[in-house]
């Protein structure tokens, strides 16, 4: 299984839910291994990547394109003289010697990393199927919807969400936004503050919605 978890905005809580679903796995039997292509600013999620895979992945295997200033790739890389590429990604990844890995995005979903491309653009060169993660709150509605229709645009693969509930839902958005975009998507795990696991028939049930849509792949484009 390999999957790409997106955000529809940034801290919306990517990493957590990164890391509750490498430890679940491997807590379960599965290698799982996560990874993070791009990482601008803190190093810190890389560590808690690199924990939840149980270290077997160097810093530079996690995350090849650090960058040091907290903004999107592009402007990252701008400032240190660089340009990130697809090419050295899609090399990168197939250099994982992993059958399950979960990749986690950077920012929101269309955060560009160069001149012309961006992190969607990632996610269609490798192939993979996206699951958004979605912070609870005010907002997200539209959020959502857009980002689905964005995956949509571009075949690839979403078996649902990921519903984030940053704290104790304390408004009519917060404690209706579950019912809401499950009339447009599957929800595949919901998550509450705090969470430090996933119970295994929650678990069960991911793996099942992405493994069936990796069953069928978007073929990758050519070069």
């Known amino acids: 299984m390999k999957v790409f978890l997106t955000g529809t905005d940034t801290g ?24 993070k292509p791009f990482c601008c600013g803190d190093r810190g999620d890389i560590d808690l990547l690199r924990d939840a895979s149980g270290h077997v ?30 090419d050295a990604m899609a090399s990168w990844f197939d250099s994982l010697p992993h059958s399950t890995v979960l990749v986690e995005g950077a920012g929101g979903w269309l955060v560009p990393i160069n001149d012309s491309e961006t ?63 499950s009339r447009h998507t599957r929800i595949l795990l919901e998550i509450s503050r705090g969470q430090r696991d996933i119970p295994p028939r929650d ?13 069928h792949p978007v073929p990758r484009p050519s070069i």
Not at 12 to 35: D, E, H, I, M, Q
Not at 203 to 215: G, H, K, M, Q, R
Request: net charge neutral; charged share 15%.
């Open 119 to 181: 992190l969607a653009d990632l996610a269609v060169r490798l192939g993979l199927p996206v699951v958004p993660v979605v912070a609870n709150r005010l907002g997200c509605l539209n959020h959502t919807l857009l980002t689905l229709e964005s995956i949509r645009s571009r075949n690839l693969q979403c078996p649902g969400i990921v519903l984030n509930t940053l704290g104790e839902p304390s408004d009519i958005a917060e404690r209706t936004n579950a019912t809401e975009l």
């Open 12 to 35: 919306v809580g990517k990493t957590y839910t990164t890391t509750l679903l490498t430890t679940a796995l491997r807590r379960s039997g599965v290698p799982a291994v996560a990874v």
């Open 57 to 86: 992945l160097s810093e530079i295997e996690t995350t090849p394109a650090w960058l040091a200033a907290p903004a999107a790739p592009s402007v990252a890389a701008r400032l240190e003289g660089k340009t990130l590429s697809l």
């Open 203 to 215: 678990l069960a049930a991911f793996i099942e919605a992405v493994s069936s849509a990796t069953d």
